[in-house]
């Protein structure tokens, strides 16, 4: 998202009326939800003790807003990396906290979604279990679409409450299609059918990135490739040779070779430079680019490194893979709001992170799209009222956020930083895709060993 | 080793010849190869200079451009003075001001570590160069592989044991490690071993001075370029500590440099893509002004601990 | 050792004038180490010996009560063989063989070199070039991250004239695994020569003028004064560089932690067996098998410290 909340609502204000009305009514509808949620609970603390809550930088302004709209709550904020690129840090400090007893935060937010896996088990057994006690509203999971909280589940048990969800979806730069005559498409097969084209006849343009460090999830997430599936507690199924695997990545390796997929990370210092706006090339590089519903605020907004693309994106639906009866895509990252088990009022500071996670006022400010319905509503029509994006981008969100394939598992391991340290250096150096498959499983294999999973190829 | 410096050359065949022409024609053959030797003595100097200096040359023009100018201008291009405003700005009010406090943070923690490993590490140089004792070399010895071993090992002890004192997440809880600088023995025990002549001391306790009044009287004047090395060093090994701070503090607020800047890359969106550009203030050039900021006291206190570190210290006192 | 023997020196039976002196002496070397000493005991003895006692006792399991205070379960060398297996453990140590081999010659002979013409060049100039070369040395850890994500990425670096030759286009390809200890040798010595230099450039400054002059009356030119006149005599502060250096090499941490930042994940956050450790410590929580990593690297370091102390004598008195 490019604007801040005030000129977001200075956006709104100059609108025409009947959208102005629809969404003012969409508002209503959502406070009163959130309102009658609230009533349910009970918002005065038992303790006097502020409630301790950790975040990072990016949720700041989201527990601010939510400490306004409820004065009578005492918090104590505490900034930390959160857990950013798997610096282990809510991990470490859990781990001396459990040493000497006492430390622990009550609420953290951690920015990598396999945490609650981690922090879930031994040594750290941090979460506190949400879904007994009657520690949440009635009817608050419901509001969560069906697989988004999948990552919160140990067996059974839920630990955490989504923040935001980073289901991938299909930009594109309608524009450049409309330019070149293509079609959206809306299987691999025809992406990478427009990715040849474009390797012959518009060279520069690119229709995604293979030098990132979560194409693992983008690409053979999407293609349910099992190669980090926990079939079972405890074990893995990891069969990089499996037929979904091997076809995605023999998909890539031609798109790969010819530069249609562009090889660097699109975090890169250079990225704007080589992909982004320029006197040459008025819309930029990126013609489509399959990737997570984030990109929205990190790659594709006004002020960001590619550039002024103003009505040029939109939001597509995520590709469908020819052998699988319905569309799955896959996901990256999306932050998660944890409660620890060791504080002294569950029941308070379980008012707290309902709200960091469910409320309007606060997940209106989030980063990307929220996980809670009524909130990402409320969420999806201040992106979309903004005019930035050619066409609104609630559609196809709205698809795919129920389109991520669970048998990609969050584990306590890390598979964006495995995919990261063990095949994106092979394929700057010029290996193949489909060549790089038996090292991610071999990483994958060895790292769920030494965590204590056993490791299967079949079923 | 030292002795057999003189002897041999004195007899050489070349050395006696030359001798014998006498200093004059050795000082006219001199000039042009001196000009050589000093010239290529520049040219390498200046490439090492260049070396380590450049990297820091970007950092000090990197918060006078902004973000986007940074990567697509030339690395060492000078930017604007009101970018180097604006950037000062973002950093300054950055979550109320966090840099100062990161910055009082890491004064204080450093001064009382200093003046701690100071008022520990001389003394215990000079009494295991100068004195003799039963288990002086257990204690270099100890000493030795306290330096040796990793510190993240001692990360846990180290945080069980603040807790046991009730010390966790208090200021006394670096502080006090910080006092601890064996390094600083080390150097203290090596110069003290090296440098002060024996005969000096003994003249002293012969005039009647105790062991302590030797110290005060005789070793500590000549001390100063030990004190003032062993002090910097130790600010700077305090200064630039991550792991102590990381691992005793609990709250951002109490955080030095160091780990705040830590918090900064991990704020920034170019290096974690989860905090977006959109909703942290710090981008490159704010994330370089606060590493200025961290690192500028750094070199005042070089630049006036270098005053100490003068030549020839020793000149004069051995002479009897 | 030093220029003092050429000046004589009382025996230690000479020094030993009276027992009431030896013995006041003996009792006042207690009092010059006694603060320092329980500093040792408190932050370096204890913890070092809870780490080894970690290294040998189980993470989980029953502990044993005595008293107020529990004991964990007793593993034997059960950490060390589990970690040695670790599929990180063995790649590790490998990089860091790799890297040591260039480090040490790195650091100490263009230290050395570095010390050396200084103090043997234009004097004045002294001052100037030991700040220039120490400036780096403030950029400990993470104030680097933001300065090497700079100048290992070719299209924005001011090294940029330098990586192309290399056929450098991007920062993934500057730091190919390949490359990985030859650009950590370089960092460690950007930022750590400096130190070195200034502690070098202090123990030569101790030289008397008169050894010197000396010397070079007796013709000694640039080369000899350097190597067989100054050099000798700073034996031990090199010995100590060594050592220090040996150890610095095989725990290195800050360096790959650092670039693994600046690359966004793209160097292995255990390609050190010091980060292994660390790891172990703060991923998994496993605080006994970081432990025991890191009586390996102790262990290693001592080796090399025993050695060089005793062939150096460097804990003599003279």
Redesign the interface.
């Known amino acids: 998202m490019k604007d801040n909340s005030t000129s977001r609502r200075r956006a709104l204000l100059g609108r025409p009326r009947r959208l102005f009305n629809t969404l003012a009514a969409t508002g209503l509808a959502v406070s009163m939800a959130t309102v009658g949620a609230n009533i349910a609970i009970a918002p005065a603390q038992a303790s006097s003790a502020p409630i301790v809550v950790w975040v990072d930088a990016a949720r700041v302004p989201q527990v601010k807003a939510w400490e306004k709209a409820n004065p009578s709550v005492k918090i104590d904020l505490v900034t930390f990396d959160g857990g950013d690129n798997g610096s282990g840090s809510i991990e470490s400090k859990v781990s001396l906290f459990n040493r000497v007893g006492h430390g622990w935060p009550d609420i953290v937010f951690s920015g990598e979604a396999n945490d609650v896996q981690k922090l879930g088990t031994p040594p750290f057994n941090f979460p506190a279990v949400l879904n007994q006690g009657g520690l949440l509203p009635k009817g608050l999971l419901k509001g969560y679409a069906a697989g988004t909280l999948a990552d919160c589940y140990i067996g059974g048990k839920l630990e955490c409450l989504r923040n935001d969800v980073a289901f991938d979806v299909l930009w594109v730069n309608v524009a450049l299609m409309k330019q070149f005559g293509y079609t959206v498409p809306t299987t691999w097969q025809q992406w990478q059918a427009i990715g040849e084209d474009v390797a012959k006849n518009h060279p520069g343009y690119i229709v995604g990135s293979i030098g990132d460090d979560f194409d693992d999830e983008i690409y053979l997430q999407a293609a349910q490739c099992p190669i980090n599936d926990e079939i079972k507690p405890y074990t893995i199924l990891d069969n990089p040779a499996d037929a979904n695997c091997t076809g995605m990545a023999s998909l890539l390796d031609p798109l790969q070779a010819d530069g249609a997929l562009s090889p660097s990370y699109v975090f890169a210092s250079t990225y704007g430079k080589q992909y982004g706006v320029s006197s040459s090339f008025p819309n930029g590089h990126v013609l489509m680019m399959p990737g997570p519903a984030w990109y929205s605020g990190a790659i594709f907004c006004g002020t960001c490194e590619l550039g002024e693309l103003k009505g040029t994106v939109a939001a597509y639906p995520p590709l469908h893979w020819a052998a699988s009866p319905r569309t799955y895509t896959g996901d990256v990252g999306g932050g998660l709001w944890i409660m620890s088990s060791h504080t002294k009022d569950p029941q308070a500071v379980a008012n707290v992170l309902v709200g960091l996670a469910t409320s309007t006022v606060s997940q209106n400010l989030s980063q990307g799209y929220p996980g809670y319905i009524p909130a990402a509503k409320s969420w999806i029509a201040l992106q979309d009222a903004s005019g930035f994006w050619a066409t609104p981008l609630a559609p196809a969100f709205a698809t795919a956020v129920s389109e991520v394939w669970s048998g990609w598992t969050e584990t306590p391991w890390d598979t964006i930083g495995i995919w990261t340290d063990s095949v994106l250096p092979n394929l700057t150096a010029g290996d193949s895709v489909s060549s790089q498959l038996p090292v991610l499983g071999a990483a994958i294999s060895n790292y769920a060993q030494s965590d204590g999973f056993t490791v299967v190829t079949k079923p | 080793m030292a002795h057999v410096t003189a002897q041999p050359l004195r007899n050489e065949p070349a050395t006696r010849a030359s001798l014998a022409a006498g200093p004059a024609r050795r000082r006219r053959r001199l000039p042009s190869r001196r000009v050589g030797a000093l010239l290529a003595w520049f040219i390498v100097m200046l490439a090492f200079t260049g070396f380590f200096v450049v990297p820091v040359i970007w950092l000090f023009l990197a918060p006078t451009k902004t973000d986007h100018q940074l990567v697509y201008w030339n690395p060492l291009a000078l930017g604007s003075f009101h970018s180097f405003l604006r950037t000062w700005d973002e950093i300054y009010a950055f979550q109320a001001h966090e840099l100062l406090v990161w910055l009082w943070n890491s004064a204080r923690y450093s001064v009382g570590g200093v003046l701690l490993a100071l008022a520990c590490a001389v003394p215990a140089g000079y009494g295991l160069a100068l004195t003799q004792f039963i288990g002086r070399k257990v204690l270099l010895s100890i000493t030795l592989i306290v330096m040796i071993m990793p510190a993240s090992a001692l990360v846990l002890p180290l945080f069980l044991e603040m807790n046991l004192l009730h010390l966790s997440n208090s200021a006394w809880s670096v502080v006090l490690p910080f006092g601890l600088f064996p390094f600083g023995v080390y150097l203290s025990y090596i110069f003290f071993s090296s440098t002060i002549p024996k005969e000096l001391l003994a003249a002293a306790r012969v005039d009647g001075c105790n062991e302590w009044g030797v110290f005060r009287h005789v070793a500590l004047p000549l001390a100063r370029p030990i004190v003032a090395l062993v002090g910097f060093f130790a600010f700077v090994s305090d200064w630039t500590n991550f792991f102590l701070p990381f691992v005793m503090f609990y709250t951002d607020r109490q955080y030095p440099l160091p780990v705040g800047l830590d918090y900064l890359i991990s704020s920034t969106a170019a290096f974690n893509p989860v905090a977006s550009a959109a909703a942290s203030p710090v981008l490159r050039p704010e994330l370089a002004m606060a590493t200025l900021v961290a690192i500028a006291p750094v070199f005042i206190i070089f630049f006036f601990a270098q005053r100490a570190l003068v030549t020839g210290m020793l000149a004069g006192s051995t002479k009897e | 050792?030093?220029?003092?023997?050429?000046?004589?020196?009382?025996t230690r039976a000479q020094?030993r004038t009276g027992r009431g002196?030896?013995g006041?002496?003996?009792?006042?070397?207690?009092?010059?180490?006694a603060?320092?000493?329980v500093?040792?005991i408190?932050?370096?003895?204890?913890?070092?010996a809870?780490?080894v006692y970690?290294a040998f006792t189980k993470?989980?399991g029953r502990r044993v009560s005595v008293g107020p205070v529990s004991f964990a379960q007793w593993a034997g060398l059960s950490n060390f063989f589990t970690t040695g297996r670790?599929?990180?453990f063995l790649p590790a140590f490998e990089h860091i063989a790799v890297y040591l081999a260039i480090w040490l010659v790195v650091l100490v002979v263009l230290v050395l070199a570095?010390a050396l013409?200084?103090h043997g060049?234009?004097?004045r100039?002294?001052?100037f070039?030991?700040?220039?070369?120490?400036?780096?040395?403030?950029?400990?850890?993470?104030?680097s991250?933001?300065?090497?994500?700079?100048?290992l990425?070719p299209?924005?670096?001011?090294?940029?004239f330098a990586l192309s030759r290399l056929h450098y286009s991007?920062?993934?390809?500057t730091i190919?695994?390949g490359h990985l200890p030859v650009i950590f040798a370089v960092i460690a010595f950007?930022t750590g020569?400096?130190?070195w230099i200034?502690?070098m450039?202090?123990?030569l400054?101790?030289i008397?003028?008169e050894?010197i002059d000396?010397?070079k009356?007796?013709?000694?030119n640039?080369w000899?004064l350097a190597v067989?006149?100054k050099l000798?005599?700073i034996?031990?502060?090199v010995v100590?560089m060594l050592?220090?250096a040996f150890?610095a090499g095989t725990?290195l941490?800050v360096e790959p932690q650092l670039l693994?930042?600046?690359s966004?994940?793209?160097?292995?956050?255990t390609w050190s067996p010091?980060q292994l450790?660390?790891?172990l410590?703060?991923?998994?929580?496993?605080?006994n098998y970081?432990?025991a990593i890191?009586?390996d690297?102790?262990i290693v370091?001592?080796m090399a410290?025993t050695l060089l102390?005793f062939r150096s004598k460097l804990?003599q008195?003279?």
Do not use: C
Request: avoid cysteine; charge should be neutral.
């Open positions: 050792m030093s220029d003092t023997t050429f000046l004589p020196v009382p020094a002196q030896a006041g002496r003996h009792r006042a070397g207690y009092a010059f180490v603060v320092y000493l500093l040792l408190l932050f370096g003895v204890l913890p070092t809870y780490a970690l993470a989980a670790d599929f990180r570095l013409l200084l060049g234009v004097r100039t002294v001052p070039f030991r700040f220039l070369f120490y400036l780096p040395g403030a950029l400990a850890g993470s104030a991250v933001l300065v090497w994500a700079f100048m990425d299209d924005i670096s001011p090294w940029h991007s920062m993934p390809q190919a695994p950007w020569a400096g130190g200034v502690v450039n202090g123990a400054n101790n008397s003028d050894v000396s010397a009356i007796d013709g000694a640039a000899q067989r006149i000798p005599l034996k031990r502060w100590f050592i220090l150890a725990q941490f693994g930042a600046a966004l994940g793209m160097v292995s956050p010091n450790a660390y790891y410590a703060t991923q998994n929580g496993n605080f970081a432990a890191s009586v690297l102790l370091g001592l410290a102390v804990f008195l003279d």
